[in-house]
């Protein structure tokens, strides 16, 4: 008969949340102890990749490589021409890809991936900088690299300590630290970011007001010296449901909307024969055409109007902005 005492007892899987729990706190251990490791090196990194006048060429085999799709695509939304090469296609026939003027980033956590090293050759003969992110100092890919970013983990998340796991989250976490670092140093801009980002949500929410506004010919406005008559024909005319009232060099005096005509008329029998400056609304709210579109939207949302008149720091009238202007980008 066999004597299976001498081989350990099989244990049933742990609760879900107990493995879920461990592996959270392995990968965000990982993350946080890089902190101790960055060095010159990574300034220097930065400091290639933000002068580099080609393209960044990111780099890695199996989750290396899905990894650096990532952050290349992490560096070419925040203002860095970046790419994805497959090194093994890379060595079978897209070497031409890179260009002198490139800089690469490649990814190993071993830092012995031999589609890597042999990617190398071809990097050390054209003169283009290597970047390494590997886990190994002593690696051959660390060696042959002109710059090598440490990613050095204790341990993976994967409870058999194989699957890449929390080297996989160090390394996506150096390398968006590397894009925001070359962002900054770069002088990357709100705008900048909007221009790169015209289809999405978040290019909407960096739209500002002076291109969502109503401006020109389009905005409703009268003078404080015209009729109540001309007032309500310029808000029939202009469809905003709100006049501006101005002075005749332009400055904002006041405003009359819907809701004020009401009013007016429950109480004056006489409206029309005042003037729209004896019948405004005195100092409206104002917003500088350069604020950023939620900003207006929370503006009118606090204060419970449906109209922000646009105006420069002299209170001259540039335009007019309507909730549902804002409300069309779906902001939220």
């Known amino acids: 008969m066999n004597d299976d005492r001498s081989q350990p007892l099989r244990e049933g899987p742990r609760p879900p949340?107990?493995?879920?729990?461990?592996?959270?706190?392995?990968?965000?251990?990982?993350?946080g102890r890089l902190v101790d490791h960055l060095d010159e090196a990574f300034d220097r990194a930065v400091g290639a990749i933000a002068a580099c006048s080609g393209r960044v060429v990111c780099t890695g085999m199996g989750k290396s490589g899905l990894i650096l799709k990532k952050v290349a695509a992490t560096l070419s939304s925040t203002g860095t021409p970046a790419l994805f090469l497959h090194p093994a296609e890379a060595i079978h026939g897209d070497l031409g890809v890179i260009m002198a003027e490139d800089v690469v980033l490649?990814?190993?956590?071993?830092?012995?991936?031999?589609?890597?090293?042999?990617?190398?050759?071809?990097?050390?003969?054209?003169?283009?900088?290597?970047?390494?992110?590997?886990?190994?100092?002593d690696s051959p890919l660390a060696r042959h690299?002109?710059?090598?970013?440490?990613?050095?983990?204790?341990?993976?998340?994967?409870?058999?300590?194989?699957?890449?796991?929390?080297?996989?989250?160090?390394?996506?976490?150096?390398?968006?630290?590397?894009?925001?670092?070359?962002?900054?140093?770069?002088?990357?801009?709100?705008?900048?970011?909007?221009?790169?980002?015209?289809?999405?949500?978040?290019?909407?929410?960096?739209?500002?007001?002076?291109?969502?506004?109503?401006?020109?010919?389009?905005?409703?406005?009268?003078?404080?010296?015209a009729s109540m008559r001309d007032a309500i024909y310029e808000m029939s005319k202009k469809g905003l449901g709100i006049t501006a009232v101005t002075s005749e060099e332009g400055e904002l005096l006041g405003c009359i909307s819907d809701g004020d005509l009401r009013r007016l008329l429950e109480k004056d029998e006489g409206l029309l024969r005042k003037s729209a400056g004896e019948c405004m609304t005195r100092s409206p709210r104002t917003i500088s055409r350069d604020e950023l579109a939620p900003t207006a939207l929370q503006l009118m949302e606090d204060r419970r109007i449906t109209s922000l008149f646009v105006a420069d720091p002299d209170r001259r009238l540039e335009g007019v902005l309507h909730i549902h202007d804002l409300w069309r980008l779906e902001l939220f």
């Not at 949340?17 to 993350?31: G, I, M, N, P």
């Not at 190993?108 to 190994?136: A, F, H």
């Not at 998340?157 to 390394?171: G, K, M, Q, W």
Request: aromatic residues 2%; charged residues 20%.
């Open 17 to 31: 949340r107990e493995v879920a729990r461990e592996v959270l706190a392995t990968e965000a251990q990982a993350v």
């Open 145 to 225: 690299a002109d710059i090598h970013v440490p990613v050095p983990i204790d341990k993976e998340a994967c409870p058999l300590n194989l699957a890449p796991t929390a080297s996989t989250t160090a390394t996506l976490a150096m390398g968006d630290a590397l894009a925001m670092a070359v962002s900054e140093a770069k002088g990357f801009t709100h705008d900048d970011f909007r221009r790169l980002h015209p289809g999405g949500r978040l290019g909407k929410r960096l739209l500002r007001v002076g291109e969502l506004m109503h401006g020109g010919a389009a905005t409703p406005r009268v003078t404080a010296a």
């Open 106 to 137: 490649a990814a190993s956590y071993s830092g012995t991936t031999d589609e890597l090293l042999r990617l190398v050759e071809t990097v050390k003969r054209l003169g283009v900088q290597l970047i390494v992110l590997t886990g190994n100092a």
